[in-house]
């Protein structure tokens, strides 16, 4: 099988067993397990606060103090229905940077993408011929270097090794453009923006091997505390 389209129903399955909890207590579980995260994972001294749920929306925030002279803001109302700010700090004062903003898919179109791949009906197939090759690519398509990405230069003193202080510094940081599903989102941000490059290589590597593992399993879905932990150097 061509492997664009094994990649097409990997790029899928992952995002259903790793970014897609669907109760709201799976929703709460995952952004809380995802805060304490960033603690060791961003070396930061601003441990976030847990999220508020109010009508089913989930609200909260991250400080980047320590690594990024900036604050997160999200707002989850589905899947596919949030709204991400990036806030920076200029002379004690918080302004918005930008805001990622993704209406419901139930009111405007989007592509259907699992609905071409669930007619095509190559998904066993797909899953049974896949390489370690193609979850590279997706891994690295869905959280290490998003094809469609912003840099946000000029603004953030980012990385912090020394063999990284180049001119492209912040070139580094690619946040992922195009994205609709809110835990997706938030996990490429977890990646992005983490201050030390052995950490992130390191979890690359975690990933590929972690879904990898969950997909021979049969697409066991990855359970929270195993995603959000923290890789080995």
Known sequence: MDSEIIQAYLWQEIIKIGFSPSSDKDKKSW?????????????????????TVRNKIFKGSLHCASNLNMMLEYSISGLSKFAVRFLYNLNGT?????????????KY?????QF???TYKQRNIALREFKVKDIESVIDGLLCHPVVHQHIDGLLSYPAEPDERDKDKNHKIRIGGGIDNAFLFLFQLRYQLCPF?????????????????????????????????????
């Open 197 to 233: 490059a052995d950490k992130r290589k390191a979890e690359r590597d975690r990933l590929i091997n972690l879904f990898q593992d969950a997909i021979l399993q049969k697409n066991k879905k990855i359970a929270i505390n195993q995603l959000m932990a923290q890789p080995s150097h």
């Open 116 to 118: 071409f791949l669930t």
């Open 94 to 106: 918080l302004g918005t940077i930008w805001i990622h903003d993704v209406d419901d898919n139930d």
């Open 31 to 51: 952004l809380i397990q995802y805060g304490k995260s960033l603690e060791d994972f961003w070396k930061i001294t601003d441990y976030p606060k847990f999220p």
């Open 109 to 113: 179109f989007n592509f259907p993408h």
